[in-house]
């Protein structure tokens, strides 16, 4: 059974100070990983998928990074608009046939001005 | 271009109602998910379709039924509703590939309160 893990469950930050947020993920065969971003109310975003450890993306302040048990977002010099709910999701074998994700809690992030 | 539509947004039901929730992508998508998102637990899968006329269970069907009769739609019914399905509820859909662009794209949810 896949399962992800989502560390911390909140934090807070100043702005400008950088942090990093953890997903630990177990799954056999790993498809691909999943960033998303979620707003109060709203539906998850896109943000990033990383396929194999090692590869790192990059958008704006967020950078994501994948090895073969975690993956990082690397918040740097955040700003109050950063402020969201960051969901880490996986994807587990094709032969399943669903290609449905599995998620973790997420992590509450605040940027404080 | 709208994306991924859901209605109701919201929607407040008495025990032993019943209800059918829309989910509508205009982006041609074959895959399509009914999620759950609960306090402290994250996004559950409920259904999903790999595409027209076909559907399946996830990890938390009981209670719910589905159908896709259309490729962009997808519809999630209550049959009759009890207050541990209160719960935020959240469409998404995806290409039907092997690699590259296989993201998932989400709704805005609907918020159902089972009273």
């Known amino acids: 059974e896949d399962q992800v893990t989502q560390s911390p469950e909140a934090l807070r930050l100043q702005e400008g100070e950088s942090s990093s947020l953890n997903c630990s993920y177990t799954?056999?065969?790993?498809?691909?990983l999943f960033w998303y971003r979620q707003d109060p109310g709203k539906g998850p975003e896109f943000l990033f998928t990383l396929y194999s450890a090692g590869e790192e993306k990059e958008k704006e302040r967020l950078k994501a990074t994948l090895t073969k048990k975690e993956s990082f977002l690397h918040i740097t010099a955040p700003k109050p608009e950063d402020s969201a709910t960051y969901l880490c999701a996986v994807q587990g074998p094709m032969d399943t046939g669903r290609r449905a994700l599995t998620f973790g809690s997420g992590t509450r992030l605040q940027v404080q001005p | 271009n709208a994306g991924v539509t859901q209605t109701p947004k919201f929607r407040v039901l008495k025990t032993g109602q019943s209800m059918t929730l829309l989910c509508a992508q205009d982006?041609?998508?074959?895959?399509m998910y009914w999620y759950r998102q609960d306090p402290g637990m994250g996004l559950r899968l409920i259904h999903y379709s790999v595409g027209e006329g076909t559907t399946a269970k996830g990890e938390v069907p009981d209670g719910y039924n589905v159908s896709r009769l259309k490729k962009q739609n997808f519809l999630l019914g209550l049959e009759s509703a009890a207050p541990s399905q209160t719960s935020v509820y959240f469409c998404?859909?995806?290409?039907?590939?092997?690699?590259?662009?296989?993201?998932?794209?989400f709704g805005q949810g609907t918020r159902l309160t089972v009273v």
């Open positions: 998404a859909s995806s290409y039907r590939r092997d690699r590259g662009n296989t993201e998932a794209f």
């Open positions: 799954v056999s065969g790993l498809r691909g």
């Open positions: 982006m041609n998508h074959e895959y």
